[in-house]
């Protein structure tokens, strides 16, 4: 069975903090794929980053960056310099391949981390 | 381009009644899934559609049925109601090799 441990309830920085949201997984699969969600107060999940499993490569897109690591089974998410528009329940994924590894079967989420970003 | 569209946005409910959730997919999708998300908890799996077929389940009774008709939009059909499935009903659609895109949710309250 695939699990998502996301330890960090809640966190609180001040704007322009940088911030690093912790994800551990458990899946027996050889082939998945990992996602960063966010979903502000309106309710809505808002698709952030996808890694899969066989690119351990860590990246940099605009204020967000990640760290793979299959050793630990670990995808941590990192904002730079913190806004207010940051606030919002963040949430880690876990997802089997399908069809071959061409298509995501169900996404497996964590608990979510509430992050707080104060002025 | 709409995104995910869901329908209604609220619903209350009483315990023992029936209740029907509609899902409109982004343009270009094909697939939709239904998830539930009770407060301060992370989305559960409840099913995925594709071509009119279920194609996956998550651990959910036989109570929660859905459908997806052949225009790709879906319907979360929830019986006998209980007070534990209150919560946030988000469908997400997404086609071959894309990441899933989510609507909006509606929130259902059983009393």
């Known amino acids: 069975a695939q699990k998502v441990t996301q330890a960090q309830t809640e966190i609180s920085v001040v704007e322009k903090e940088d911030v690093t949201l912790d994800c551990v997984y458990e899946?027996?699969?050889?082939?998945?794929?990992l996602f960063w969600y966010k979903q502000p107060p309106s309710g809505e999940l808002v698709f952030l980053i996808r890694?899969?499993?066989?690119?351990?490569q860590n990246e940099i897109s605009g204020r967000y960056s990640w760290n793979f690591q299959k050793s630990t089974s670990s995808f941590n998410f990192t904002i730079t310099a913190s806004q207010v528009v940051d606030s919002a329940v963040y949430f880690c994924?876990?997802?089997?391949?399908?069809?071959?590894?061409?298509?995501?079967?169900?996404?497996?989420f964590g608990q979510g981390t509430i992050l707080t970003v104060h002025p | 381009d709409a995104g995910v569209t869901q329908s209604p946005t609220h619903l209350i409910k009483t315990r023992g009644q029936q209740v029907t959730l509609r899902c409109s997919p982004k343009?270009?999708?094909?697939?939709v899934s239904w998830y539930q998300q009770a407060l301060g908890q992370g989305p559960q799996f409840i099913f995925q559609?594709?071509?009119?077929?279920?194609?996956q389940r998550g651990n959910f009774p036989d109570r929660f049925s859905g459908h997806q008709f052949p225009n790709y939009s879906s319907e979360l059909n929830v019986n006998a109601l209980l007070l534990g499935d209150s919560a946030l009903y988000l469908c997400?659609?997404?086609?071959?090799?894309?990441?899933?895109?989510f609507g909006p949710g509606t929130r259902l309250l059983v009393l």
């Open positions: 559609y594709y071509e009119e077929e279920e194609r």
């Open positions: 890694r899969n499993s066989f690119d351990e």
């Open positions: 899946t027996r699969d050889t082939t998945y794929y």
């Open positions: 994924a876990l997802s089997e391949a399908q069809g071959g590894g061409t298509s995501y079967g169900k996404l497996t």
């Open positions: 997400a659609s997404s086609s071959t090799g894309g990441e899933e895109y």
């Open positions: 343009s270009g999708h094909d697939t």
